[in-house]
């Protein structure tokens, strides 16, 4: 089983920047596919970032392409959001995501992460 806890949310102004951590408990941390999602108010979870198990290797929704980056670090059995230039309508719970055995996997099929973190609120005004 494992544990992830995010944290680093909060109130930013438009072109504003947060940096969002998620610390996972347990082993095996290095064999993960881990990942990043939002849900904004009204509308469904959507996939954000994603990255492979050496960092070597990310993906990033089109809408965050640019302004958003997502790392990792083993040791500390953690991953990072780091978002830039944000817009009001970044406003969403983030989330992150572990993928059991999908060390390689980056992509955004929720199906394919089999643990998540309680989410962190992450409000950005106009």
């Known amino acids: 089983q494992v544990q992830l806890v995010e944290s680093g949310g909060g109130l930013v102004q438009a072109g504003g920047s947060l940096r969002l951590s998620c610390v996972a408990s347990?082993?095996?941390?290095?064999?993960?596919?881990l990942g990043w999602f939002r849900q904004a108010p009204g509308k469904e979870r959507e996939f954000v970032a994603a990255?492979?198990?050496?960092?070597?290797?990310?993906d990033y929704a089109d809408s965050v392409k640019g302004r958003f980056t997502v790392s990792r670090n083993n040791a500390k059995t953690a991953v990072y959001l780091h978002l830039t230039s944000l817009k009001p309508e970044d406003t969403a719970v983030y989330y992150c995501?572990?993928?059991?055995?999908?060390?390689?996997?980056?992509?955004?099929?929720?199906?394919?992460?089999?643990?998540w973190g309680q989410g962190t609120q992450v409000t950005v005004s106009s």
């Open positions: 995501a572990a993928g059991f055995g999908r060390s390689s996997y980056t992509g955004g099929r929720e199906s394919s992460y089999d643990y």
């Open positions: 347990g082993r095996t941390f290095s064999t993960y596919g």
């Open positions: 990255i492979n198990w050496n960092g070597g290797n990310t």
